[in-house]
């Protein structure tokens, strides 16, 4: 996923599907200057991390 999309996705109005190596996550927020995205697993609001984007993977 790019920063564009990741940022699009955390804007939008309806829940969009992203996964992080097979388990559902959350987009928290984006930091566009370092391609980053703070997420945290669906099942463990708690354990949020910062990942780069590009290794989010929108599920359609």
């Known amino acids: 996923m790019n920063v ?3 940022l699009e996705i955390l ?3 309806q829940k969009i599907d ?3 190596n ?6 928290d927020s ?3 200057a370092q391609a980053t995205a ?8 708690a354990a949020a991390r ?5 290794r989010l993977q929108e599920i359609q």
Do not use: F, S, T
Request: proline share 6%; aromatic share 4%; glycine share 4%.
């Open 38 to 45: 703070k997420i945290h697993d669906e099942e463990r609001p």
């Open 18 to 20: 992203v996964e992080l």
């Open 11 to 13: 804007q939008a109005d």
């Open 4 to 6: 564009h999309r990741a």
């Open 50 to 54: 910062v990942v780069p984007v590009e």
């Open 30 to 32: 984006v930091d566009e």
């Open 22 to 27: 097979g388990v559902a996550v959350w987009i």
